[in-house]
């Protein structure tokens, strides 16, 4: 037997010496998504080692927030560990875990789209998180024991991270080396919010008030994680929670301006309400972005003491509008009972309301405005006139490529569907009706699938027939792709596309399904487009070699990455019968 | 249309950018066709100086168009046509959704104003043997211009394009994907030559990661928005809508953030305005452009002949033209072999099932001969209705969404979660239902999914084939 056939360890563990030696900009935890390409235990074990940190109150996060209790182990690494201004990935090791269970747990609420026990987490979930956990504690173990060798490797930088996940429980006085330039400003901070600390809840005011100044926001959340760790892991979990809205909003308002502030106001705005009840997934599926936050931190440190200042003086300020901190419990928070209580109240500013009626009556003008008769005919007669001369006479039977790419785009998923009613057909009936009718079913598909073929056939040719016409273009390749152009024919109103756009949902749970499968389609989109990038570059290297010594190796990363999408690896054994 | 365009420009300056560009162009044909002496009653301030404010701040001197550009065009001088190329390629780079700067060459101009044209099937010839430089063809572009209000529907288009968002739009196409997937093709040679392979796997990792974390942010949104939705509804005014979006929220916080969408509202009613009253004034457009036609008819410019042309564009065979096109091709060549997969199947399944069924038969024939032909064909009616989606499916959607819609919360009245129920009397709003594109989303899923493990299987096979070229090592895939 070959070395080789000690599984997906070697392909884990690999990677991430190369990314310590490299000159990447992320460190430690980094290293972790190589390991997850490597093996799904691998990714556990990232996950289960954060939580079996002597974190206090251990075993309650095994099961709370989530399967891998990555709020409170993205707490150190948020620590001013992510500097480096390259580092887009927040915190990825903490990741890694949830990609894994993602992929096999996506699908179900998908299909199931009724299943809205998302929102509150049942005890039967909790209880199989808490397993899953358990599960991968043990295979950790399990793991450790046979696999030393590439814990060892793993060397300072393991010790490193190790330590860090004992930050926490030190809490304050441990974060004080990591980013020195925090420490004075943190105290400060800290004594200026003591009173709403006491409260308990300081966190809705806290937030609130900074996110109009960028930089407030960042200090302030990545201070507050630090401090409330040590309170208890679960107002940390709130807390960083909401770093990562605000960071969400960051980066959204670099790309998109305006609307990226909504997302942050927003969700700072209601996110209080939430948290307190909301399924412990959530919590943790956001952590990560808090990492990210805090990497800003170092560069932010020196206007902590502004913000901190800042935010005693709206503290102040929004108690009193409120009024309602006295009142403030566990369970609630003021925040919250603001737009929850108060929403339905709630009234746009008079000139915005002016100015959107003005506005949406001006779209419904619009939409209902019909051309004019003699317009109408004017123009058909101008446009007719200007077909003729046109090198298809009638564009009608010849459609424009715009509609070819239309009806190339509906034809799309035919297959899938017809499959779906192909599979749906049982092999066995036990009554003759059954059979028939199944015989005929079948038949009615094969009818469709020829049609579906004359129709690609005629798409074919009319597409053909177009690009004799088609005007060359000039190496400028990114010129011509249309980004989903309607193509709209010659029938179409003015009236659809004016419009009105809305996209009615019914359910927070259709909403999730809604944009995890878009997410998943987008995914999809870019591992076919990678998958034949690396077909192409990646096939041509092992063709014509034997197999040479430590070729081996880079036959299993390659047919990991072609045919397993990384996940997993082949053995190769040496068939020593031969000698 | 400054040069931070080509960058990464912000939301609202693109949007009041476009809007201008709207605006550039309807004030465009106002004064140029008062001075054909139609009647062009100007009395809104709209058409006239109004909407050009704004254009003027932003777009350098060189490419506003002068007033008199479409009466030029008319007699086709070539003064005006450099600004008409500049004027197609702003429009039609927004309706494609491209980049685009003011200072883009003109080559690449006309190069993509004549693909733009050639794609949404503006057949003319002549159009497509204009100069690349631009010096010529104002008559030509005016025609094509006008072709494009009319059979696109350049103005709605634009208009709808450009709306200005205060809701939480999310996209509803399956299309959007095209964009990032063609960037990748042009960026794809790394900075070094000798990648470690290791590296690959850590980037990959990597990915995944990505991935994940946006997955969970896109999680944490939809809770965050739900919940300003529940929590709002009932206070909006619009009765179509219901609750408040998350801008609209924050704007109770925050009113003084949001002057400028105010501005943008407005300055879009504005245009809305102006295309009603560009819709009151279309006759005389279209009669205008009747007498350009006539112009040409009697200088004989209108059809040429046609022998030349053909003989000069139809080359024996072209290969690829673009890619776009190659796109297009590849993604025919996969649905043909999908269908061609299938109807095999079928074919196979058809046949066993038939040899069963008569062997059925022939066992049971005394039993069933009478009864079953009245069974039969209730079962042909009934398998007729359940093909029935399966043909509709087929046929062309259409009312295929695209771009932009506003996520609105309706509760689960049986009437209003179709989106087309009652109210549609009323608002007649394009409401698709999330269920709907979820429905479209999961299709999509799945034979993407199919494809990446066509991929896949082809790479097991090809590797699988290498592995056995080896002496004395075997290969046990996973």
Redesign the interface.
């Known amino acids: 037997m ?1 070395a080789n056939s000690s599984g997906g360890a070697e ?1 884990g563990s ?2 991430f ?3 310590r030696a ?1 000159p ?1 900009s992320t460190s430690g935890c ?1 290293a ?7 093996s799904s235990w691998d990714a556990g074990e990232c996950g289960t080692r954060a939580v079996a940190a002597p974190i206090p109150g251990g075993p309650r996060g095994a099961g709370r927030p989530g399967r891998w209790s990555r709020s409170r182990a993205r707490g150190p690494a948020g620590r001013g560990r992510w500097s480096g201004p390259g580092a ?3 915190a ?1 090791s903490l ?2 875990p ?2 894994d269970d ?1 992929e096999e747990e996506r699908p179900q609420p ?2 199931g ?1 009724s299943a809205e026990q998302e929102d509150r987490p049942s005890p039967k979930e909790l209880e199989e998180l808490e397993l899953l956990n358990r599960a991968l504690e043990k295979a950790l173990k399990v793991r450790k024991s046979v696999l030393k060798t590439p814990l060892e490797t793993r060397g300072a930088t393991g010790q490193k991270w190790a330590g860090e996940a004992h930050a926490p429980k030190k809490a304050e006085e441990q974060q004080v080396p990591v980013s020195v330039e925090d420490v004075p400003e943190c105290r400060k901070v800290r004594a200026g919010s003591k009173k709403p600390m006491l409260l308990k809840k300081p966190s809705p005011y806290q937030l609130r008030a900074p996110y ?1 100044t960028d930089p407030d926001v960042k200090k302030l959340q990545r201070k507050v994680p630090a401090r409330c760790v040590s309170q208890g892991p679960r107002t940390a979990g709130k807390i960083s ?1 909401k770093g ?2 605000s960071k ?1 909003g960051k980066s959204h308002r ?6 990226a ?3 942050c ?3 700072e ?3 209080t ?2 948290l307190p009840e ?1 399924a412990p ?2 919590q943790q ?2 952590s ?2 808090d990492s990210a936050a805090g990497k800003n931190s170092t560069v932010a440190g020196k206007q902590l003491l502004d913000a901190g200042k800042k935010s005693c003086g709206f503290l102040g300020e929004s108690s009193k509008k409120e009024d309602t901190a006295s009142a403030w419990g566990r369970s609630t928070s003021p925040g919250t009972g603001t ?2 209580e108060k ?7 008079l ?3 002016k ?6 009556r ?2 419904e ?3 209902l ?1 019909q ?2 008769a ?2 109408a005919a ?2 058909t ?3 007719e ?8 006479c009638s ?1 009608k039977l010849t ?24 599979e749906a057909e049982p092999a066995d009936h036990s009554t ?2 059954g ?12 009818t ?6 004359q ?2 056939q005629l ?2 040719e009319a ?1 053909e027939s ?9 190496g ?13 024919g ?1 029938t ?1 109103d ?15 749970q ?26 192409a570059e990646l ?1 041509p290297v ?2 014509p070699r ?2 040479l010594e430590g070729s ?1 190796g ?2 299993r ?10 996940r ?8 020593e019968l ?2 | 249309m400054t040069s931070g365009l080509c960058a ?1 420009v ?4 693109l949007v009041s950018i476009c809007q201008d560009a709207i605006a550039w162009e309807r004030g465009a044909h106002g004064p140029s066709l008062q001075q054909e002496t139609i009647a062009f009653p100007l009395a809104s301030p709209t058409l006239g100086a109004r909407p050009r404010q704004p254009a003027e701040q932003i777009m350098p001197p060189r490419a506003r168009p002068a007033p008199d550009t479409l009466r030029r065009a008319r007699f086709d001088r070539p003064q005006a046509s450099l600004d008409f190329w500049k004027l197609l390629y702003v429009l039609l780079k927004q ?5 685009w700067t003011e200072s883009d060459a003109i ?2 101009q006309v ?2 104003v ?3 044209l ?9 159009l ?1 043997r204009l100069p690349a430089d631009g010096s010529a063809g104002s008559r030509e572009l005016l ?1 094509a211009f ?2 494009l209000l ?4 350049l103005l ?2 634009l ?2 394009r450009n709306r ?3 809701g ?1 739009e ?17 960026s ?1 040679a790394g900075p070094e030559d000798r990648v ?7 980037l ?25 939705h529940l ?8 009765q ?2 219901g609750h ?12 003084e ?2 002057k ?3 501005q943008l ?2 300055s ?2 504005t245009q ?2 102006a ?2 009253e560009w ?2 004034l ?2 005389v ?3 205008w ?2 007498t350009v ?1 006539d112009d040409m008819a009697e200088e004989g410019n ?2 040429e002949s046609q022998d030349a042309h053909v003989e000069k ?3 024996p065979e ?1 290969t ?6 190659d ?3 590849g ?2 060549d996969r ?2 072999r ?3 997969a ?2 095999q ?3 196979q ?2 046949a066993q ?2 040899a ?2 008569w062997e ?2 022939a066992t ?1 024939e005394e039993l ?1 001969k009478d009864s ?1 032909s009245a ?2 064909r209730k ?2 009616g ?3 209705l ?2 029935r989606d ?2 509709s ?2 046929a ?2 259409k ?14 009245h049986p009437a ?2 179709t ?1 087309c129920g009652q109210r549609v009397s009323r ?9 709907e ?2 429905r ?13 493990q066509q ?2 299987q ?3 096979h ?2 699988a084939g ?2 056995e ?10």
């Open positions: 070959d392909g690999a990677p010496h190369r990314r490299g990447a980094g972790c998504p190589g390991r997850a390409a490597g887009a990935a927040p990825p990741f890694v949830p990609r993602e998908q299909s789209s109009r929670s990562v809205t969400e670099t790309a998109t301006g305006a609307s502030r909504e997302v106001a927003a969700a705005l209601q996110e309400p939430g909301s997934n959530e599926s956001f990560g972005g737009l929850q929403g339905c109240q709630l009234k746009l500013p000139s915005y309301r100015a959107y009626s003005r506005n949406s001006a779209w003008r619009c939409r405005c051309t004019s003699d317009a004017a123009r007669r101008f446009v006139r200007i077909q003729t001369t046109f090198e298809f564009p459609p424009s490529p715009a509609e070819i790419e239309e009806e190339l785009r509906g034809l799309q998923d035919v297959p899938s569907h017809l499959r779906q009613y192909v003759l009706q059979e028939y009718e199944s015989l005929l079913t079948l038949e009615g598909l094969q469709t699938v020829s049609q579906c073929l129709k690609l798409l074919r597409l177009q690009l004799r016409l088609c005007p060359d273009c000039t400028d390749v990114g010129s011509c792709s249309p980004a989903c152009v309607p193509a709209r010659q179409c003015s009236a659809d596309m004016l419009a009105v756009p809305l996209l009615c949902y019914s359910s927070l259709e909403l999730r399904d809604l944009f995890a499968l878009k997410l998943q389609v987008s995914m999809l989109h870019q591992e076919i487009a990678l998958q034949k990038v690396m077909m096939l092992l063709e034997p197999l081996a880079l036959f990363a390659i047919h990991s990455q072609l045919c397993e999408g990384g997993l690896f082949p053995v190769l054994v040496r068939d031969l000698d | 990464d912000s939301q609202p300056r309706i494609h959704g491209g980049r080559g690449a190069g993509f004549k693909w733009a050639w794609y949404h099937g503006y057949g003319r010839p002549q497509q025609l006008s072709w009319h059979s696109p529907g709605e288009q208009l709808a200005v968002q205060t939480d999310t996209s509803v196409c399956t299309c959007e994907d095209d964009l990032p997937e063609s960037q990748e093709g042009t794809e470690d392979v290791r590296y690959l796997q850590w990959n990792g990597r990915l995944r990661l990505q991935w994940c974390s946006l997955h969970a942010q896109h999680q944490e949104q939809c809770k965050l928005l739900h919940k300003i929590f709002t509804s009932g206070s909006h005014m619009d179509n809508l408040f979006s998350v801008t609209e929220t924050d704007l109770i916080r925050q009113p953030n949001y400028q969408l105010l509202l407005e879009e009613t809305l305005e295309f009603l819709k009151q279309e006759p457009y279209w009669q452009m009747e036609l209108m059809c564009r139809r080359l072209v690829s033209c673009c890619p776009w096109a796109k297009l091709a993604q025919m649905l043909s999908d269908l061609l299938l109807q199947q079928l074919h399944l058809i099932r038939k069963t069924w059925k038969v049971r069933q079953f069974t039969a079962i042909q009934s398998v007729g359940k093909l399966l043909t499916l087929c062309p959607q009312n295929r969404m695209h771009g932009l819609c506003r996520l609105v919360l309706r509760s689960k209003s979660t989106g608002e007649a709003v394009a409401a698709a239902s999330a269920a594109v979820i479209e989303l999961q299709v999509r899923e799945a034979s993407l999914q199919r494809e990446l991929l896949r082809q790479c097991r090809r590797l290498i592995a070229g080896w002496e004395g090592v075997i290969c046990i895939s996973p």
